[in-house]
């Protein structure tokens, strides 16, 4: 059996914990120094992660920020990043003076980054900034967390440039409920990964905006039906230009992940108040308080994007540009039948 050190302890990384540790391995799950209240409450007898409904194996061990140790990474098999982008720097930092051999690091973070060239994946600029970490690998697909957490079939990609990395980690992590692919376009997972949360606000906007009141969910399902394809086919356009392959975007990671997340994620609950003429502003600050979503960071890169000449137009981008003037303007979404073209 391998050791697997998770940092980060919000949902995401607290669940990857569960088939990891059914598969025997040592697990280490390290909270950030945002994660005190849930390593507390992990390390409690009968512990329950805050957000997640089920108690996580007794052989995870939990680990402040503060008591985290070069000699906890020296004898990983891997380390899976599991904070939000915001910890990104964070993460860095902990792993380029942590990490004193090459490892693998698996990301489950979805956001975009800047490098040289502009914007970019966080596969095109994470190995530069960690001397040891031996090979990226970006973990894309559709996984609501707290489902994972209580083993609900689930499946997910893991992509990485060096496929053998990629394979070694989903030996690891494997399980019956939990099925694992693997791509070699990472820079393609990466780009949906962040690109999935920012069109599923404006899916979610339209399952909202149209009213249905026959049906049980007031939900007239044309208008998003359209929006959904037009989503999956802006997102994989942008995937290209940001370096992948643009059926990427129709597989697991792309279209999947958009599924899944309008369905039940954070980045939907934000398109839903969009849709009913609420703000970012007033809906982040009331019933979305101190939730993660990360659509909205996304909205902003892509908007400097837009602005930047990079050839990226209203016209071919219709919902791209809709979802950025509502977050940038913190306005409600508009997005207007009346002017749909076809051709
Ligand atoms: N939730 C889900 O179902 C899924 C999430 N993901 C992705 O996984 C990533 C983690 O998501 P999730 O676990 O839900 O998010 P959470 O908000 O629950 O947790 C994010 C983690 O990042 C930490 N963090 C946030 N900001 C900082 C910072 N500035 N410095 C240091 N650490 C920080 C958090 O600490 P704290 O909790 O104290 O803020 C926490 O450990 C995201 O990129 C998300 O898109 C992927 C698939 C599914
Ligand atoms: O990424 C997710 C599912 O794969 C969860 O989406 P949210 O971040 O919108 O909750």
């Known amino acids: 059996m391998g050791k697997i050190v998770i940092i980060g302890a919000g949902v995401m990384g607290s669940s990857l914990a569960v088939p990891a540790a059914d598969n025997g391995h040592q697990v280490l799950l390290v909270g950030s120094p945002l994660d005190g209240p849930i390593i507390e409450r992990l390390r409690q007898p009968g512990g329950i992660h805050p957000k997640l409904d089920a108690p996580l194996s007794h052989s995870i061990e939990p680990l402040a920020a503060e008591q985290l140790e070069a000699s906890h990474l020296a004898d990983a098999d891997c380390v899976v990043a599991g904070v939000s982008s915001p910890g990104i720097a964070w993460i860095t930092e902990i792993l380029q003076t942590g990490l004193s051999r090459p490892c693998p690091v698996a ?17 095109d600029t994470l190995p530069d900034r960690v001397a040891h970490m ?15 957490a209580n083993r609900q079939p689930t499946a997910s990609v893991y992509a990485s440039s060096n496929m053998p990395a990629a394979q ?12 694992l692919g693997v791509s070699p376009d990472v820079a ?7 690109l999935k949360n920012f069109f599923a606000i404006g ?13 049980p969910d007031g939900q007239a399902k044309n208008p998003t039906a359209f929006v959904f394809t037009l989503a999956v086919a802006e997102m994989a356009r942008l995937t290209q230009r940001l370096g992948g392959q643009q059926q ?31 703000t970012v502003g007033d809906l982040m600050a009331s019933e979305l308080a101190g939730e993660t979503v990360e659509g909205i960071d996304t909205a902003r890169m892509l908007a400097q994007w837009f602005r930047s000449g990079a050839g990226l137009s209203r016209q071919d981008y219709p919902l791209a540009t809709a979802i ?15 002017e749909i073209t076809f051709g």
Not at 168 to 177: D, E, G, P, R
Not at 205 to 213: E, I, L, N
Not at 248 to 270: E, F, I, K, P
């Open 107 to 123: 990301f489950v973070t979805k956001g975009l980054d800047e490098g040289s060239g502009g914007l970019c994946t966080y596969a």
């Open 134 to 148: 031996s090979d990226f690998i970006g973990i894309g697909g559709p996984c609501i967390a707290r489902e994972l």
């Open 168 to 179: 070694a980690l989903v030996q690891m992590m494997q399980t019956s409920y939990y099925r």
């Open 188 to 194: 393609g997972v990466e780009a949906c990964a962040a």
């Open 203 to 215: 899916v979610s906007a339209m399952q909202t905006r149209y009213r249905d009141d026959t049906r």
């Open 248 to 278: 990427t975007a129709y597989a697991l990671a792309g279209v999947g992940d958009l599924h899944v997340t309008v369905g039940g994620g954070r980045n939907s609950r934000l398109g839903h108040g969009l849709g009913t003429d609420r």
């Open 324 to 338: 950025i003037d509502a977050v940038l303007e913190d306005r409600p979404f508009r997005f207007d039948f009346s």
